[in-house]
């Protein structure tokens, strides 16, 4: 099977009496190494031999966590065998920790191929970001600036590869955030870097507008972007409305992550989240008008998408949002039961949601 279009390793089972010595063979030797990994830690050999066994082990299961947590252990031990205080920036040249800076930058190295064959196991990103926290706490300022600063680059190669990879976008973020409030200046908006990853996250939307994990990062940056500018209410309204109208809901209807950006906008339009709307200070009025405008999109949208869930969903949320604000439904209870009767055609598979919707939105089922 594909997920986000990166193919998963399959297991080949053995067809043969000999391939399955072999395998019981690699079985075994995996195995007895497992045994000698933990018999060396439990003994306290924090060696680098040791922890040349730990890379042997987690290139052939980068999930196993415990060996993860083993190398944690030797790691910090070969560390703190050349710990000096260099929290200083002033710290001459000649004096840098190059043995630290050696055992890091490895072990960095040593993760780079582990991510392109294994993009989706978290324990990798874990440890990825263990060892930068550790260069920041061990290193001089500028050194262990420069190993975070790399990460940006790596995650960038790492998206490319695969676009909608959620782990690559949380560690881009968490990457971002250390750059801005370890290594920026006193003034924090000049620190920071909202405007080029916002430009960034624009950019790779446009590449692949099916890319969840960039949408939602697009919705992480957006209230930041607009306090950073200072935006008024007139910039901000302006804002909403040039997202509302963005033609990725015509381009591909059935892609769940444009419809999932799209209940975020309209989220902001719900005056029970106005303390935290883009637009807090939005007047009643312009409030109705801008949902009544996208509920009539929404009913055009359907003219030509009748199969489609999303707009059903969406229609009947943005429905339930406008009966709160006019304290009346923008259509009859009729048409209500039939969205929610073709919510049912379309979508079978999670029939007993939409009766629990039908419950909750007190619409009898009667035709």
Same mark, same amino acid.
């Given at each position: 099977?594909?997920?986000?279009?990166?193919l998963?390793?399959?297991?080949?089972k053995?067809?043969?009496?000999? @391939?399955?010595?072999?395998? &019981?063979?690699?079985?075994?030797?995996?195995?007895?190494?497992?045994?000698?990994?933990?018999? #060396?830690?439990?003994?306290?050999?924090?060696s680098?031999?040791?922890?040349?066994?730990?890379s042997k082990?987690l290139?052939?299961?980068?999930?196993?966590?415990?060996?993860?947590?083993?190398?944690?252990?030797?790691?910090?031990?070969?560390?703190?065998?050349?710990?000096? @205080?260099?929290?200083?920036?002033?710290?001459?040249?000649?004096?840098? !920790?190059?043995?630290?800076?050696?055992?890091?930058?490895? %072990?960095?190295?040593?993760?780079?191929?582990?991510?392109?064959?294994?993009?989706?196991?978290?324990?990798?990103?874990?440890?990825?970001?263990?060892?930068?926290?550790?260069?920041?706490?061990?290193? !001089?300022?500028?050194?262990?600036?420069?190993?975070?600063? &790399? #990460?940006?680059?790596? *995650?960038g190669? /790492?998206?490319? /590869?695969?676009?909608?990879?959620?782990?690559?976008?949380?560690? =881009?973020?968490?990457?971002?955030?250390?750059?801005?409030?370890?290594?920026?200046?006193? @003034?924090?908006?000049?620190?920071?870097?909202?405007?080029?990853?916002?430009?960034?996250?624009?950019?790779?939307?446009?590449?692949?507008?099916?890319?969840?994990?960039?949408?939602?990062?697009?919705?992480?940056?957006?209230?930041?972007?607009?306090?950073?500018?200072?935006?008024?209410?007139?910039?901000?309204?302006?804002?909403?409305?040039?997202?509302?109208?963005?033609?990725?809901?015509?381009?591909?209807? %059935?892609?769940?992550?444009?419809?999932?950006?799209?209940?975020?906008?309209?989220?902001?339009?719900? !005056?029970?989240?106005?303390?935290?709307?883009?637009v !807090?200070?939005?007047?009643?009025?312009?409030?109705l008008?801008?949902?009544?405008?996208?509920?009539?999109?929404?009913?055009?949208?359907? #003219?030509?998408?009748?199969?489609?869930?999303?707009?059903?969903?969406?229609?009947?949320?943005?429905?339930?949002?406008?009966?709160? *604000?006019?304290?009346?439904?923008?259509?009859?209870?009729?048409?209500?039961?039939?969205?929610? =009767?073709?919510?049912?055609?379309?979508?079978?598979? =999670?029939?007993?949601?939409?009766?629990?919707?039908?419950r909750?939105?007190q619409?009898?089922?009667?035709?």
């Amino acid at each position: 099977m594909a997920s986000h279009g990166t193919l998963k390793r399959s297991i080949v089972k053995p067809t043969s009496e000999q @391939d399955r010595r072999k395998e &019981q063979r690699k079985l075994q030797d995996y195995k007895n190494l497992v045994d000698k990994v933990n018999t #060396e830690v439990r003994e306290s050999h924090f060696s680098l031999e040791v922890l040349e066994l730990t890379s042997k082990l987690l290139t052939q299961n980068p999930e196993y966590y415990t060996i993860w947590n083993h190398r944690r252990l030797i790691l910090q031990h070969l560390l703190s065998q050349e710990s000096t @205080d260099y929290s200083h920036e002033e710290t001459a040249e000649s004096q840098w !920790p190059r043995a630290e800076i050696e055992l890091i930058s490895k %072990d960095l190295g040593f993760l780079v191929p582990l991510l392109r064959r294994f993009p989706k196991c978290y324990w990798i990103w874990k440890y990825r970001i263990w060892l930068l926290e550790e260069a920041s706490c061990r290193l !001089p300022f500028i050194e262990s600036q420069k190993f975070w600063q &790399q #990460e940006l680059a790596l *995650v960038g190669k /790492m998206l490319v /590869m695969d676009n909608r990879n959620f782990h690559g976008w949380i560690y =881009r973020r968490t990457i971002v955030s250390a750059l801005e409030s370890k290594f920026g200046k006193s @003034d924090t908006k000049a620190n920071s870097t909202t405007e080029e990853e916002f430009a960034y996250t624009t950019r790779m939307t446009e590449m692949s507008l099916s890319n969840f994990s960039a949408w939602h990062n697009r919705s992480k940056l957006i209230p930041k972007l607009l306090n950073e500018r200072a935006a008024g209410n007139e910039e901000r309204k302006g804002y909403l409305n040039h997202e509302l109208i963005q033609r990725a809901l015509y381009a591909d209807p %059935d892609d769940a992550s444009i419809w999932s950006y799209h209940q975020y906008l309209i989220g902001n339009l719900d !005056p029970q989240f106005s303390s935290t709307s883009l637009v !807090p200070d939005l007047a009643h009025e312009e409030r109705l008008t801008y949902l009544r405008k996208e509920f009539e999109n929404l009913r055009e949208l359907l #003219e030509e998408e009748r199969d489609c869930k999303w707009i059903y969903q969406s229609l009947i949320q943005l429905g339930r949002t406008l009966k709160a *604000v006019s304290q009346e439904w923008p259509v009859d209870e009729f048409q209500i039961r039939v969205w929610i =009767r073709e919510l049912k055609r379309v979508d079978p598979l =999670r029939i007993g949601r939409w009766d629990d919707l039908e419950r909750k939105l007190q619409i009898s089922s009667a035709e």
